[in-house]
């Protein structure tokens, strides 16, 4: 518990501290709101708190929507026995494994102004640098933190109730929406939240990759890096990981209430 709240508890209320005026430099002053009605006051941090959101939200769920078929398919593999898909769980991990810096890298090879793929076609130069590369990077970013959740929860799925379903004449569209699909919700929710919350807070790849799209956690490091405003960077700092939080919290209590409800 000790070793918990020294690094947990503490930098929180360090941080709240600060973002109150509380803190160095003594010139801040506190405690105060000031700092906080400047930043929701700002159009800037409004548009990178709302890019983050957009962001974090929008790859989670386009993961989601590759995630679902593929831990379906993995979870049939191995109640079938069939271990081949080493190499394809390997790839498909690997971006947790990675900082945000080398994922960012990794899109400037590919759709950079120079990069891969944009030899192959225009479109593709300078896309890692707009709203969209940032998104698909994220996308990377997210995938092995909502297949490994969504695994664990679709090797749980009692095949027998599909199985039923198809005996019964329903077609693998029905099965899957009115027998998988509500079974594997409330992980797919609380696997979200849980995704959103991670994405909000990441830094390296925005950092790697950001010319025009501004997100909150740039904002954040900005403050401290330019002129050292202690008191600006964590009331931001507060106001992105209140977000996460937020996404967190939601996301379980959704999940719950989606179980109760299938459960009745």
């Not at 026995?81 to 400037?108: H, Y």
């Amino acid at each position: 518990m000790v070793v918990i709240g020294l690094f947990s508890a503490c930098p929180v209320l360090v941080m709240v501290a600060n973002s109150l005026g509380l803190g160095q430099p003594p010139a801040d002053g506190g405690p105060t709101l000031e700092h906080y009605a400047r930043a929701l006051g700002s159009v800037t941090v409004r548009e990178a708190l709302l890019n983050s959101l957009y962001i974090a939200v929008g790859s989670v769920l386009i993961t989601l929507c590759v995630a679902v078929p593929v831990v379906l398919r993995q979870a049939d593999d191995d109640r079938a026995g069939r271990r081949g898909g080493a190499a394809t769980d390997a790839l498909l991990t690997l971006p947790i494994a990675l900082p945000g810096i080398i994922i960012g890298f990794f899109a400037i090879v590919l759709t950079g102004r120079t990069g891969l793929l944009g030899l192959a076609w225009d479109g593709f130069s300078g896309l890692a640098y707009t709203f969209s590369g940032l998104l698909i990077a994220y996308l990377y970013f997210s995938l092995p933190r909502v297949l490994g959740p969504l695994r664990g929860a679709a090797a749980t799925l009692d095949p027998s109730l599909t199985e039923s379903a198809r005996t019964l004449g329903a077609s693998r569209p029905r099965v899957f929406l009115t027998v998988t699909l509500p079974l594997l919700l409330p992980a797919a929710i609380e696997t979200s939240g849980t995704a959103i919350a991670v994405a909000l807070g990441g830094y390296g790849t925005v950092a790697t990759l950001s010319e025009g799209v501004r997100l909150l956690s740039l904002n954040v490091a900005n403050e401290l890096t330019t002129g050292y405003r202690l008191a600006a960077s964590s009331t931001l700092a507060v106001i992105l990981a209140a977000t996460a939080v937020l996404a967190l919290v939601l996301g379980r209590v959704l999940a719950r209430a989606v179980r109760r409800a299938v459960a009745s």
